[in-house]
T-cell receptor, first 111, second 113 residues
Framework: SQELEQSPQSLIVQEGKNLTINCTSS?????LYWYKQKYGEGLIFLMM?????EEKSHEKITAKLDEKKQQSSLHITASQPSHAGIYLC???????????FGTGTRLKVLA | EAGVAQSPRYKIIEKRQSVAFWCNPI?????LYWYQQILGQGPKLLIQ????????DSQLPKDRFSAERLKGVDSTLKIQPAKLEDSAVYLC???????????FGQGTRLTVV
């Protein structure tokens, strides 16, 4: 079973629309990381959340980590075609040193 | 600052052949990871090194996969013999330590025919 679940698996939005991607764990996370991947390329680090309730923003992307540190959301405001790609959440699980990933969310933004 | 370097970018081999991938992490990064990413899925951790010691290799198919990081810097991942289901992108990543963000190379796309 997947330790990190992401939803939705894929998303198609019209340019200018807002969207949210979720990442859920059954275990408490030490740290939660969001990455973006373009097809056939490596992962680009977006941001890291470590404290319960933490929220970070970069340009039009905001990520939050819930108080229990088991769920995170990534929100894109006024989406653009440049936001298209695969968004992956990664995490280090409390009690281990492993760095694992969710299943990914494929985002397409229609111009 | 130079990023994580991987080679080759692409490799096509026949089943039962052997293949090796190379990774050079960011200078000073003690932790190195190898992931397997099958099309449409998230990366699966194969092995994680801290310097030249193995932190986790629980998902490495040890009957055919091996990895080493002899001097705590570069690393190689080998598959011998390859199977059709090994077709995937193999990603290498590194970080200063555990439990902080990792930085990824471009990956090696392996096709086994």
């Amino acid at each position: 079973s997947q330790e990190l679940e992401q939803s939705p698996q894929s998303l198609i939005v019209q340019e200018g629309k807002n969207l949210t991607i979720n990442c859920t764990s059954s275990k408490t996370l030490y740290g939660l990381y969001w990455y973006k991947q373009k097809y056939g390329e490596g992962l680009i680090f977006l941001m890291m959340l470590q404290k319960g309730g933490e929220e970070k923003s970069h340009e039009k992307i905001t990520a939050k980590l819930d108080e229990k540190k088991q769920q995170s959301s990534l929100h894109i405001t006024a989406s653009q075609p440049s936001h298209a790609g695969i968004y992956l959440c990664g995490a280090s699980v409390s009690g281990t040193y492993k760095y694992i990933f969710g299943t990914g969310t494929r985002l397409k933004v229609l111009a | 600052e130079a990023g994580v370097a991987q080679s080759p970018r692409y490799k096509i081999i026949e089943k039962r052949q052997s293949v090796a991938f190379w990774c050079n992490p960011i200078s000073g990064h003690a932790t190195l990871y190898w992931y397997q990413q099958i099309l449409g899925q998230g990366p699966k951790l194969l092995i994680q090194f801290q310097n030249n010691g193995v932190v986790d290799d629980s998902q490495l198919p040890k009957d055919r996969f091996s990895a080493e990081r002899l001097k705590g810097v570069d690393s190689t991942l080998k598959i011998q013999p390859a199977k059709l289901e090994d077709s995937a992108v193999y990603l290498c990543a590194s970080s200063l330590g555990t439990r902080i963000e990792a930085f990824f190379g471009q990956g090696t796309r392996l096709t086994v025919v």
